[in-house]
């Protein structure tokens, strides 16, 4: 089991996020983890997989959470490389999977892993019984690509667009959706030892805060990037310092 250090502050800040308590891998965005400085010098190496929200629609390369992310490691000291990314805007967990299995990545081995994905294969009507089965060998692969180690990746929960004006106010449908479509990657990761980091509670602050939302109406601006990244990163840099 992992052991880490975390600070539990604010829990006012976004009303009914609370740290799973039965699930020590489950941050959310009212999890502070202190920050931490590199202790190698090793050369990272980051595989982010996912759809839209990996690529940063609508927003600038730098602005993308894996972009941010690398830039916040070699800012407290990684020797942190550009990232590698499969992911391709209005993919599924199938699309992704198959994209995989082509991608000129198959034989490389990862420091750590990100993994985002099943968006669309909510938005597209598509099973939630299919989405167990091809989220659970999505993540499998993740594992792989991190040198078989769970503690080396980390998924991220599905963010609730239908709180953006794309939506056109239907989140009283999508956000049950979401949550029930999360519930199944949260359950799948847990079963695996993964990190999983829930983003979904500051996805939903954008319905009363329109700087979070890109210029499309519906993908998250960088600024909400950057509050993943905020969570992600100490985690990331914890487990990059043990050998």
């Excluded at 056109?168 to 999983?196: E, R």
């Amino acid at each position: 089991m992992k052991v880490l250090q975390i600070i539990l502050i604010s829990l006012t800040t976004l009303s009914g996020c609370k740290k799973n308590e039965a699930n020590p891998y489950v941050y959310t965005s009212t999890d502070i983890v202190n920050p931490v400085k590199a202790m190698t010098t090793d050369s990272i190496t980051y595989l982010a997989l996912g759809d839209s929200y990996t690529i940063g629609q609508s927003v600038s390369q730098a602005e993308s959470y894996p972009y941010q992310l690398t830039t916040a490691l070699s800012g407290a000291g990684f020797k942190t490389r550009n990232p590698d990314i499969i992911a391709v805007t209005g993919w599924t967990t199938d699309e992704l999977i198959n994209a995989i299995a082509t991608s000129p990545f198959q034989t490389k081995q990862y420091s750590f892993v990100t993994l985002l994905i099943g968006v669309n294969d909510q938005y597209q009507g598509m099973s939630q019984a299919n989405y167990t089965i091809k989220f659970a060998q999505v993540l499998n692969t993740a594992i792989s690509y991190a040198q078989g180690d769970p503690n080396r990746v980390f998924v991220l929960s599905i963010p609730d667009y239908g709180v953006t004006p794309f939506a056109n106010g239907n989140d009283a449908v999508i956000g049950p959706q979401i949550d029930q479509f999360n519930a199944i990657n949260a359950a799948i990761s847990a079963k695996a030892g993964v990190y999983y980091i829930n983003i979904t509670a500051i996805s939903r602050q954008a319905a009363n805060d329109p700087l979070l939302i890109a210029s499309d109406g519906l993908h998250p601006s960088g600024l909400m990037y950057t509050q993943w990244v905020s969570m992600l990163e100490p985690l990331v840099a914890t487990q990059l310092n043990k050998k």
